[in-house]
């Protein structure tokens, strides 16, 4: 029988290009996402993941059609752009909501389907931003490191278990991205530098890869890994050149060299 399979935010982006590849390799493909996509074979529920009792609708719908669930994807998130200081609360807030807290409901919803078959593994889609805190991306940088922490914690919760979890930290990926983001109003004291950065912030994200080549190696940790580490890191030699940098330079170097590269 075909695995089944989990993916949010699958009506664009990463997770798109996820579902219609794991779709096209015979895997059953459930996306849950708010809009439906567009020329697409696999099944999407249509799910507010923020909101608790959809997303216990649609986990009951998929628990009936397949009596399992083999693979999790937790890739629906958004991004924010704007100064710590100009981050207003319900911005926060909406942002924490979706990044973190949804991600938490929708492993909460599933772990209990995959632990009646002893089986499972849980993908948590993060940023390698999440090892940094990037000037004006502070709070996405920040929901995506405490993803990083809560899924660190759920591998030792899961220890008893065969159900593994881990994060994938990607690089920029050419996505529409930016058209869903949360941008707080921009200060005074930074209009021209925040517009200097949020220039290249956006060209970052069309230089990006290709979200289709990050499919087959995500189905490589699904399917042919027997134990995931904690972290995989998924972008540009530079960007994860970067991670290693930051470990071993001083900060006030490392600092200097964030600076540069983000035009501050
Ligand atoms: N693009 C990048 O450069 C980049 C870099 C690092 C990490 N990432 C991560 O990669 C993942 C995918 O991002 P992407 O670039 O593919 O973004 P995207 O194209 O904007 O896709 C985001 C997806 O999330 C869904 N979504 C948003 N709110 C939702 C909600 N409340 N309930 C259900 N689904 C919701 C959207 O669908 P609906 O609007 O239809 O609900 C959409 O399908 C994210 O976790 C992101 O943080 C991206």
């Known amino acids: 029988m075909s695995k089944s399979i989990i993916i949010t935010g699958s009506s664009s982006g990463v997770g798109l ?15 849950l996402s708010r809009s439906l996509p567009s020329n ?34 937790n890739n629906a998130a958004r991004g924010m752009v704007g100064a710590i200081e100009d981050a207003r609360e319900e911005e ?4 924490f909501n979706l990044n973190l807290i949804s991600v938490i409901n929708m492993i909460s919803e599933v ?10 593994k849980i993908i948590n889609i993060s940023s390698i931003g999440s090892k940094i805190g990037l000037p004006f991306r502070g709070i996405y ?19 008893n278990t065969n159900i593994q979890a881990c994060t994938v ?15 707080s109003n921009v200060s005074t004291p930074y209009e021209i530098i925040f517009k200097k950065v949020y220039e290249g912030i956006n060209q970052d994200v069309n230089n990006g890869f ?21 972290h995989y890191y ?3 030699n530079i960007q994860k050149l970067s991670l290693f940098i930051q470990k071993v330079l001083p900060q006030k170097w490392f600092e200097k060299i964030i600076t540069k590269y983000s035009g501050m």
């Open 141 to 159: 940088s920040a929901s995506k490191s405490s993803l990083d922490i809560v899924t660190e914690a759920l591998r030792y919760e899961l220890n």
């Open 92 to 95: 926060i807030t909406d942002l």
């Open 234 to 236: 998924f972008g540009s």
């Open 17 to 31: 290009a996820l579902g219609n590849f794991f779709q096209a390799k015979g895997y059953l493909v459930y996306g």
């Open 40 to 73: 697409t074979n696999f099944k999407t529920i249509v799910t507010d993941i923020t909101i608790k009792s959809e997303v216990k609708k649609a986990i009951c719908q998929i628990e009936k059609e397949t009596d399992s669930i083999d693979l999790l994807i």
């Open 169 to 183: 930290n990607l690089g920029d990926v050419k996505t529409n991205i930016a058209d869903s983001r949360i941008k």
């Open 111 to 120: 772990l209990p389907i995959m632990r009646k078959n002893n089986t499972g």
């Open 210 to 230: 290709d979200p289709k080549i990050l499919a087959p190696f995500l189905e490589k940790l699904l399917i042919q890994k027997s134990k995931l580490k904690p």
